[in-house]
């Protein structure tokens, strides 16, 4: 499966942005979804996860109640709504998909685990 993350920019703290992942080649309601960030210096880090279906999701501590991951499996496409945005949430977002009919389960909060990665889309915010 490609992925390919769109929808970053600059915004101002407080502010949101929706960021977008559309994928093809693909059975995309085959494959859980996660979502990273990498900011300079760092290393890339789980913000969040979906199952196949959509009916599960769960978060990162840092943006549990202002990030929502949702698909749609008719659209091929998963996004993450950001909202109160900080500016330590400026990083390189990326989408990624693990092997297919991978399991949901904590262990997809590891970068390890996926095989399929978007090329990334930068998310900056201004303080």
């Known amino acids: 499966v490609q992925l390919q993350a769109s929808g970053g920019g600059l915004v101002q703290a407080g502010g949101s942005l929706r960021l977008s992942c559309a994928a093809s080649?693909?059975?995309?309601?085959?494959?859980?979804m996660g979502w990273f960030r990498q900011a300079p210096g760092k290393e890339r880090e789980f913000v969040g996860v979906?199952?196949?279906?959509?009916?599960?999701?769960f978060y990162a501590d840092s943006v549990r109640g202002r990030f929502t991951v949702s698909r749609d499996n008719t659209k091929n496409t998963v996004s993450l709504q950001m909202n109160s945005l900080k500016p330590e949430d400026t990083a390189v977002y990326y989408c990624?998909?693990?092997?297919?009919?991978?399991?949901?389960?904590?262990?997809?909060?590891?970068?390890?685990?996926?095989?399929?990665w978007g090329q990334g889309t930068q998310v900056t915010v201004s303080s």
């Open positions: 990624a998909a693990p092997r297919r009919f991978r399991n949901y389960g904590p262990s997809l909060q590891s970068s390890h685990e996926y095989d399929y």
């Open positions: 979906i199952s196949r279906g959509g009916g599960n999701t």
């Open positions: 080649g693909g059975t995309f309601g085959s494959y859980v």
